[in-house]
């Protein structure tokens, strides 16, 4: 994974996100997406579907369904990190009712103001949804039983700060329960330093063994991480030609090599781990 300056890579997810929650358009990890395989809206069933508003999916910006390995449990609390339209905490607030409750947190207002939107429409009172950035989460030590996200922690430009705070969060026995992009070859050196792949969900993302790393120094244990969906050539056209249209091209990149180039290189996956404790 290559080194850019957190600030900046914090801005620049911050705009993107929130051109694309004006637009109400799903298109995170976007670029990977496409109408014809749309694999993290693929993930949730029509008995989620059924109490979620009608829009609600459809400004989904996720690459999985975490809340399909948390094993939420009535009375639990939830925090969903980089919540953006609030999927992910309705359903996971469904699941811990009556007595538990879900947070969502996002550091761009036109996510926070969709996803209090969508709860409204749900008719979901036993969430919240929390301004602040997943590197300094405005949550109590040891508040939380179930850490979810979806397709977030990659966009970070200070992962270990994230999982630190994740571990300072959770309460012994805690669970971290997320799905995530993980790098399976190493991109060209020339793509890596390209805003718009690291926006997209690629260019920050973690080698699975560097996810296991991070996690254990964080302090978590029972690691596991199962490989969901590799993001072939029809799935990685859309950020290819973003990069393009963004004119972020390399110098002695055309189009087809960049392709060829992300071909194959990423994939979806689902990381669990525990906080070590009862």
């Known amino acids: 994974m290559a080194t850019k300056d957190a600030n900046e890579i914090r801005d620049a997810v911050r705009t993107r996100y929130a051109e694309a929650a004006r637009a109400r358009e799903s298109s995170c990890c976007g670029p990977v997406r496409t109408a014809e395989s749309d694999f ?24 999985g369904n975490p809340t399909l390995v948390a094993e939420l449990r009535p009375g639990e609390v939830v925090l969903d990190l980089g919540s953006g339209s609030g999927v992910d905490v309705l359903l996971s607030a469904r699941r811990v009712a009556p007595d538990g409750i879900a947070y969502g947190l996002d550091m761009t207002p036109e996510m926070l103001a969709l996803a209090r939107h969508n709860q409204a429409e749900a008719g979901v009172a036993n969430a919240e949804f929390l301004e602040g950035t997943i590197e300094d989460v405005p949550l109590p030590d040891e508040s939380v039983d179930v850490i979810i996200s979806n397709c977030v922690i990659n966009l970070s430009g200070d992962k270990p700060a994230v999982f630190r705070e994740a571990f300072r969060v959770l309460r012994p026995g805690g669970r971290l329960a997320i799905a995530d992009v993980v790098l399976r070859r190493e991109l060209a050196a020339p793509l890596q ?25 964080a302090g978590f244990d029972e690691i596991g991480i199962e490989p969901a969906n590799v993001y072939d050539r029809a799935g990685i056209v859309r950020m290819a030609e973003e990069v393009s249209a963004s004119a972020e091209l390399p110098r002695g990149m055309d189009l087809d090599e ?20 009862r």
């Open 40 to 63: 993290g809206r693929s993930l949730y069933g029509e008995d989620d579907a059924k109490v979620l508003p009608e829009t609600a999916l459809a400004t989904s910006f996720g690459c």
């Open 193 to 217: 330093h390209v805003m718009s792949l690291w926006t997209g969900c690629l260019a920050g993302a973690l080698f699975e063994g560097d996810y296991r790393r991070e996690l254990e120094v």
């Open 258 to 277: 960049v392709i060829s180039e992300l071909d194959g290189a990423a994939m979806s996956a689902f990381i669990r781990a525990r906080r070590p404790g």
